[in-house]
């Protein structure tokens, strides 16, 4: 009886550990059709610290390659007049160590 209680909590997590992985994927596939804020912005929330760069452009395609990030840009502005993206900061070890979605001026 414990053990099919145990198999029944794997299957679990491995059925959401899928679904929020191909929910992902699925708002990169959006992001990278549309260009759009809402897509990039639920990418930005969803993807953990730690992911590999790999990933992400398999998840959003190709970045801006600053070297120390990773910049998603869409085609609007912000109030300050500087375009709006995503950055994602890449550690020593090529993973993501921060992420944010707002205006980039510089």
Known sequence: MKSTKLFWFFLLVAVWHCSSGSALHT???AFQKHRDYN???RVVDAMELGT???QVKAILGEPIDMGFDYRYLIDSVGPNGCVIGAVF????VG???QKWIDEICE
């Open 95 to 97: 993973k993501i160590d």
């Open 27 to 29: 708002y990169g596939q």
């Open 89 to 92: 900061h890449i550690d020593e």
């Open 39 to 41: 897509s990039l912005k």
């Open 52 to 54: 590999d760069t790999i």
